[in-house]
T-cell receptor
Framework: GESVGLHLPTLSVQEGDNSIINCAYS??????FIWYKQESGKGPQFIID?????DKRQGQRVTVLLNKTVKHLSLQIAATQPGDSAVYFC?????????????FGQGTRLTINP | DTGVSQDPRHKITKRGQNVTFRCDPI?????LYWYRQTLGQGPEFLTY????????KSRLLSDRFSAERPKGSFSTLEIQRTEQGDSAMYLC??????????????FGPGTRLTVL
């Protein structure tokens, strides 16, 4: 069945360290993946996306890695800052599920220690 | 602020009452989506519009739920005879059309519904 899950529900890191948030998916037909950041009381905010024909994509302080062999996605945040504290969701889309439907994982709460 | 607005931000109602939420998407976006998010979970897809046409509906969207986008701009989501299980954050998102493929969805701040 379709599911997008996360290895860890919470992650605590020191300010300035790098953070790695992981995500596993089960739908081999998934061809588009997104990471969203959600702060308390706000809607999800787009961070970075990657298509299935890529295995790595970099943005500003963030990198997404995609391993289709093991159906694994990760978000790396460099030099973590207090403003990075939030819940992070991976989401996926596949043409089989419907062209526009996003399936979200449960989320990982990232906490930054000073 | 993504440019997607939702109203109201919070709604408290008694079980059995009807509620209606409004979403105003980014003006040039012709795709609009509704999701529901319960505490500690990721958003769950409810329905999707392209212009005024409702093209996808989730099995989560029971017959008590109805969504409209009459002029292809703003959208409303109505829940009739609310139940306590309807308590959740209702999120709206919009995206531009880019061919037939997927395009990035921009989310609004959500409407938090509490059914007593």
């Amino acid at each position: 069945g379709e599911s997008v899950g996360l290895h860890l529900p919470t992650l605590s890191v020191q300010e300035g360290d790098n953070s790695i948030i992981n995500c596993a998916y089960s739908n081999s037909a998934s061809d588009y993946f997104i990471w969203y950041k959600q702060e308390s009381g706000k809607g999800p905010q787009f961070i970075i996306d990657i298509r299935s024909n890529m295995d790595k994509r970099q943005g500003q302080r963030v990198t997404v890695l995609l391993n289709k062999t093991v159906k694994h996605l990760s978000l790396q945040i460099a030099a973590t800052q207090p403003g990075d504290s939030a819940v992070y969701f991976c989401a996926e889309n596949s043409r089989i599920q419907g062209a526009q439907k996003l399936v979200f994982g449960q989320g990982t709460r990232l906490t930054i220690n000073p | 602020d993504t440019g997607v607005s939702q109203d109201p931000r919070h709604k408290i109602t008694k079980r059995g009452q009807n509620v209606t939420f409004r979403c105003d998407p980014i003006s040039e976006h012709n795709r609009l989506y509704w999701y529901r998010q319960t505490l500690g979970q990721g958003p769950e897809f409810l329905t999707y519009f392209q212009n005024e046409a409702q093209l996808e509906k989730s099995r989560l969207l029971s017959d008590r739920f109805s969504a409209e986008r009459p002029k292809g701009s703003f959208s409303t989501l109505e829940i009739q005879r609310t139940e306590q299980g309807d308590s959740a954050m209702y999120l709206c998102a919009s995206s531009p059309r880019r061919g037939q493929g997927f395009s990035e969805q921009f989310f609004g701040p959500g409407t938090r519904l509490t059914v007593l």
